[in-house]
């Protein structure tokens, strides 16, 4: 069963969005927040906002066997083929089946060749960053190992399962108060935005809104005051809403186990939302400022620090 159709953000028409996001605003914030009612807006307007991009991207439909060496040539050869083929099925004269013989060998002799072509130029143009890419190609990648974890009959028990061995239960949150805004609170700017969404990977995985960097960072250039106006009131109340905490879980199977019975055997790669990470590095940045100002840190501490290095601490040493 193939999986269904995904947005192909490669093809999204910026120019589009750019129209669209001029006559796009997000709903007013509530003037006393709680934070249900904060979460609630927040939720409300992070997916109107992916909700308008995913429109402007065409959809991509992804299938196990993509041919990147696929050309037009070969779709014609591929009819002049078929169409013999049937013509040979229809009148089964021994002219007709020397066409088919030969439209057959021209066929997949121009596969062959388009194939090798391709790969001679993806090594000539090969980089340190797809060597890995080069390598599954020639040598294939493993076969994917589903969960037979014991007592669990179908997907859903197994998913199951392994929530509950990766993510224990806790006992339930206490009720949630009112967020007050901190009377000293320095709203959230674009310049702090930029220097947030340059430091991660265009081809990090995205979370559940399968909304990658490369959107966001192009939204950022063509709007720069929306991703803000959706962050700022959760930093000024300091909330985290549970919104941003759901993700993707991504089992993977241990290589070399004995026997995948166990769930001990996986483990779980979490994707969250791009929006929660540009919250997560815009506060783990104010409150990095916030301990240098304070001097809350050692003035010879060198490790996760900005501008500290292993010189620096072989100097004190």
């Known amino acids: 069963m193939l999986p269904p159709p995904t947005p192909h953000w490669a093809l999204l028409d910026l120019g589009a969005v750019g129209k669209a996001l001029d006559a796009f605003t ?32 065409p959809s991509k439909h992804r299938c196990p066997r993509s041919k990147p060496w696929w050309s037009p040539r070969l779709s014609s ?23 088919v013989k030969s439209s057959r060998r021209t066929y997949f002799k121009a596969i062959a060749s388009a194939k090798k072509a391709h790969w001679s130029d993806f090594l000539s143009s090969a980089t340190p960053h797809s ?19 014991q007592g669990a009959s179908d997907p859903a028990e197994v998913a199951e399962t392994l929530l509950d061995y990766f993510f224990p239960s806790k006992p339930p ?27 991660s990977s265009n081809t990090s995985a995205p979370g559940p809104d399968h909304i990658p960097y490369s959107v966001r960072k192009s939204l950022h250039r063509i709007q720069p005051s929306l ?17 941003l905490k759901k993700a993707l879980g991504i089992v993977l199977d241990k290589p070399g186990k004995p026997s995948y019975d166990s769930p001990s055997s996986f483990r779980v790669i979490v994707l969250l939302r791009i929006l929660s990470k540009i919250l997560e590095r815009v506060v783990a940045s104010r409150l990095s400022a916030q301990t240098a100002i304070c001097s809350l840190i050692h003035p010879l501490q060198c490790g996760s620090l900005p501008g500290r290095s292993t010189a620096d601490a072989a100097l004190i040493l």
């Not at 050869?77 to 066409?99: G, K, T, V």
């Not at 890419?133 to 040598?139: D, E, G, L, P, V």
Request: aromatic fraction near 10%; proline fraction near 14%; charge should be positive.
């Open 26 to 57: 997000t709903l007013p914030c509530p003037t006393r927040p709680t934070p249900n009612s904060l979460s609630r807006w927040f939720d409300i307007s992070s997916t109107r906002l992916a909700s308008l991009l995913t429109s402007h991207a």
């Open 77 to 99: 050869l591929r009819r002049e083929y078929h169409r013999f083929a049937r013509i040979s099925r229809l009148d089964p004269s021994q002219l007709n089946w020397s066409n």
């Open 131 to 149: 060597l890995w890419t080069a390598m599954r190609f020639a040598f294939g990648r493993p076969p994917q190992r589903f969960p037979d974890v």
């Open 173 to 199: 949150p206490g009720p949630l108060l009112r967020h007050t805004q901190y009377e000293d609170y320095t709203p959230l700017t674009p310049e702090e935005i930029s220097r947030a969404l340059p430091k």
């Open 227 to 243: 991703i803000p106006s959706l962050l700022d009131p959760l930093v000024a109340h300091a909330l985290h809403p549970p919104f």
